[in-house]
């Protein structure tokens, strides 16, 4: 099998909740396949969980928004050789769609999306679901940490609790509440019109934080006929697809799609 040059760099983006280090099973993956890989923490995320959540909820973390992170990674972007391929999951997704908008990406992957501002004025289910795992009325200025209850429910459903437990314990990081209010402002925007570089949304049935109708509707709003763009939904997956038993097949699916637009 054929595979990209290995000049042709992956870059994976980390969502919101979680530690860049649940992408390390994918670099090898994608590393094996002839790829190199990136998997910069968010500014401020470079510890260990452990070493992070016992600077909540005084962290840093909670002065990062939408703009310093689609700045944040346009600067890494600068410094690579060419335009990487991004694969980005939850809210990496939404930063790929930005990124993907200032053409500054060969292709995007958004792998259980948060979708643009511009898709949710109306949909009230998804600002309960902020709402809940985010602390979005409470004050800006400390971070929040998300209780296990809403991560077993809206990230590791399908889980054993053993497997639910590891999770939240090696992977759980406080959270910016600037981050998640921002998803609803003009930077969180994009112009689903415009010609784009191939891009590919990945949702999972069994996601409860962003469900595969939610990333469907996000598919289905790009109208660029002139433009690659492509769903798929994966049975029994859930939010933390990363992670879940049958995320081999979703990397191998990844791998797949990536040889076919080259």
Same mark, same amino acid.
């Given at each position: 099998?054929? $595979?990209?040059?290995? /000049?042709?760099?992956?870059? *994976?983006?980390?969502?919101?909740?979680?530690?860049?280090?649940?992408?390390?099973?994918?670099?090898?993956?994608?590393?094996?396949?002839? &790829?190199?890989?990136? =998997?910069?923490?968010?500014?401020?995320?470079?510890?260990?969980?452990?070493?992070?959540?016992?600077?909540? %909820?005084?962290?840093?973390?909670?002065?990062?928004?939408?703009?310093?992170?689609?700045?944040? &990674?346009?600067?890494?972007?600068?410094?690579?050789?060419? /335009?990487?391929?991004?694969? !980005?999951?939850? &809210?990496?997704?939404?930063? @790929?769609?930005?990124?993907?908008?200032?053409?500054?990406?060969? =292709?995007?992957?958004?792998?259980?999306?948060?979708?643009? =501002?511009?898709? #949710? $004025? *109306?949909?009230?289910? +998804?600002?309960?679901?902020?709402?809940?795992?985010? !602390?979005?009325?409470?004050?800006? !200025? /400390? @971070?929040?940490?998300?209780? +296990?209850?809403?991560?077993? $429910?809206? *990230?590791?459903?399908?889980?054993?609790?053993?497997?639910?437990?590891?999770?939240?314990?090696? #992977?759980?990081? %406080?959270?910016?509440?600037?981050?998640?209010?921002?998803?609803?402002?003009?930077?969180?925007?994009?112009?689903?019109?415009?010609?784009?570089?191939? #891009?590919?949304?990945?949702? !999972?049935?069994?996601?409860?934080?962003?469900?595969?109708?939610?990333?469907?509707?996000?598919?289905?709003? &790009?109208?660029?006929?002139?433009?690659?763009?492509?769903?798929?939904? *994966?049975?029994?997956?859930?939010?933390?697809?990363?992670?879940?038993?049958?995320?081999?097949?979703?990397?191998?699916?990844? =791998?797949?799609?990536?040889?076919?637009? @080259?």
């Amino acid at each position: 099998m054929m $595979y990209l040059s290995n /000049k042709k760099t992956i870059m *994976f983006i980390t969502g919101a909740f979680v530690s860049h280090t649940f992408w390390k099973e994918w670099i090898v993956f994608f590393e094996s396949k002839g &790829y190199k890989t990136v =998997a910069p923490p968010w500014p401020h995320k470079n510890e260990l969980p452990i070493v992070l959540r016992q600077s909540h %909820p005084e962290s840093k973390i909670a002065q990062i928004g939408l703009n310093n992170l689609v700045d944040y &990674y346009i600067e890494i972007m600068d410094k690579l050789p060419e /335009k990487p391929i991004i694969i !980005g999951h939850s &809210y990496g997704g939404l930063l @790929t769609q930005i990124l993907i908008q200032k053409e500054l990406c060969y =292709a995007g992957i958004c792998l259980n999306s948060i979708p643009p =501002a511009n898709m #949710l $004025y *109306f949909n009230f289910p +998804f600002y309960k679901t902020i709402w809940r795992t985010s !602390g979005f009325f409470s004050p800006k !200025g /400390k @971070t929040f940490l998300m209780p +296990f209850k809403d991560w077993q $429910y809206y *990230f590791t459903g399908k889980m054993s609790f053993e497997e639910q437990k590891e999770s939240y314990e090696t #992977l759980l990081i %406080p959270e910016s509440r600037l981050i998640m209010r921002d998803i609803f402002t003009k930077a969180g925007k994009i112009d689903f019109k415009k010609k784009h570089n191939p #891009l590919l949304f990945i949702s !999972g049935s069994e996601d409860i934080f962003t469900p595969a109708s939610l990333n469907y509707s996000n598919f289905k709003k &790009y109208k660029n006929l002139h433009s690659i763009t492509c769903y798929k939904e *994966f049975q029994d997956s859930n939010h933390l697809s990363i992670i879940h038993e049958n995320w081999e097949t979703i990397a191998e699916f990844i =791998a797949n799609w990536l040889i076919k637009i @080259t």
